[in-house]
T-cell receptor
Framework: GESVGLHLPTLSVQEGDNSIINCAYSNSASDYFIWYKQESGKGPQFIID?????DKRQGQRVTVLLNKTVKHLSLQIAATQPGDSAVYFCAENMDGATNKLIFGTGTLLAVQP | ETGVTQSPTHLIKTRGQQVTLRCSSQ?????VSWYQQALGQGPQFIFQYYREEENGRGNFPPRFSGLQFPNYSSELNVNALELDDSALYLC?????????????FGQGTRLTVV
């Protein structure tokens, strides 16, 4: 059958390595960004967020970097584990009056044991 | 688990029919947003409800409508279903109406239109 849209960018890493997932966002006026993890058959799961007045934020095993000059966001996962295998989406808030999020295409992270 | 629950989990409808999807928001959250996620794509914002009023809408036709109830639960209604409406419908709840608040998603309802 038709498979257009199913060919997500894929990042394949070895268990224990660090992963870096990149995202280019669309609107220079966006002021809030979130990374979500989505496993097959489930809804997106919040990982970490960052506001536009910051350029780096760290969580447990994850770090988000924001470069507003080139409208680029990255998610770094330390010591990647098999349970990290999923599709990762970046999302931006372009409308401060609502929670409307604009999602990126998504990146499939495949962790090899 | 996020505490956001959606029902049903799966649904099959015929083109032209109407469907109602339901969402219970996380305790304490007064804002509910609905998203449509086509296979292999990121979620797309449909609309948001705050205090029982729609206060933001994406690029979806009027046959997509919603409700929010006093307990902050919500419904998404889609009339005159089309084949392209087949998707995962996601509900997200948050504790505030403005941006920069965390939005927590439910597991979604998989709608198939045949």
């Amino acid at each position: 059958g038709e498979s257009v849209g199913l060919h997500l960018p894929t990042l394949s890493v070895q268990e224990g390595d660090n992963s870096i997932i990149n995202c280019a966002y669309s609107n220079s006026a966006s002021d809030y960004f979130i990374w979500y993890k989505q496993e097959s058959g489930k809804g997106p799961q919040f990982i970490i967020d960052i506001r536009s007045n910051m350029d780096k934020r760290q969580g447990q095993r994850v770090t988000v970097l924001l470069n507003k000059t080139v409208k680029h966001l990255s998610l770094q996962i330390a010591a990647t584990q098999p349970g990290d295998s999923a599709v990762y989406f970046c999302a931006e808030n372009m409308d401060g009056a609502t929670n409307k999020l604009i999602f990126g295409t998504g990146t499939l992270l495949a962790v090899q044991p | 688990e996020t505490g956001v629950t959606q029902s049903p989990t799966h649904l099959i409808k015929t083109r032209g029919q109407q469907v109602t999807l339901r969402c219970s928001s996380q305790s304490g959250h007064n804002t509910v947003s609905w998203y449509q996620q086509a296979l292999g794509q990121g979620p797309q914002f449909i609309f948001q409800y705050y205090r029982e009023e729609e206060n933001g809408r994406g690029n979806f036709p009027p046959r997509f409508s919603g409700l929010q109830f006093p307990n902050y639960s919500s419904e998404l209604n889609v009339n005159a279903l089309e084949l392209d409406d087949s998707a995962l419908y996601l509900c997200a709840s948050s504790g505030g109406v403005f941006g920069w608040t965390e939005a927590f998603f439910g597991q979604g309802t998989r709608l198939t239109v045949v």
